[in-house]
């Protein structure tokens, strides 16, 4: 009976399978986590649609006013987007945190554009030009991560080695 247990304790102890039960332990954690964040961001776009409604059901309602919940709409949605394509690849894709940023900060330019300072501008056309780099220089630039593959060392010559025996004549 001890010998059983034994056995399975060893096994169990292996390196390699304590590793993988870990690591498959810390994924499942983390699915947890990303499907707590999927239903609230699902909870935040149902009462950004909700806020819409009542805006829209005043007698006096504004555009302006208007557009940036719109946008704050757009934001969650692609928010929600980007986790679901995480949980399909196991990966974030990066151009579509720059292109939910670039979002976020035209909807902050629309609200806030009336009291900015010109120096405001400037700051914001950089911003946004370095945003608009990072979205553009690796997709079209750089090579794509599904297209990478290492490359093979270049050919390299064999040279023979040369001893220099001292002959005596």
């Not at 928010?79 to 939910?100: A, G, H, Q």
Request: proline letters at 4%; aromatic letters at 12%; zero cysteines.
């Amino acid at each position: 009976m001890t010998d059983k247990i034994r056995e399975k304790l060893k096994d169990l102890l292996e390196p390699h399978k304590i590793h993988k039960k870990l690591g498959d332990f810390l994924e499942f954690l983390e699915d947890i986590i990303v499907l707590i964040l999927l239903i609230l961001l699902f909870l935040l776009s149902i009462y950004a649609l909700h806020d819409i409604y009542i805006a829209l059901t005043k007698a006096k309602v504004k555009v302006y006013d208007l557009i940036p919940k719109f946008i704050y709409l757009f934001i969650l949605i692609e928010l929600f987007r980007l986790t679901i394509v995480y949980l399909k690849e196991r990966r974030i894709d990066t151009s579509l945190i720059v292109k939910t940023t670039l979002i976020a900060v035209l909807r902050e330019i629309i609200i806030k554009a009336p009291y900015f300072k010109p120096l405001d501008y400037v700051g914001i056309a950089f911003l946004t030009l370095i945003l608009a780099l990072m979205y553009y220089v690796p997709k079209y630039i750089f090579v794509s991560e599904a297209e990478f593959e290492l490359k093979k060392k270049p050919y390299q010559l064999k040279t023979k080695r040369v001893v220099k025996s001292k002959r005596k004549e």
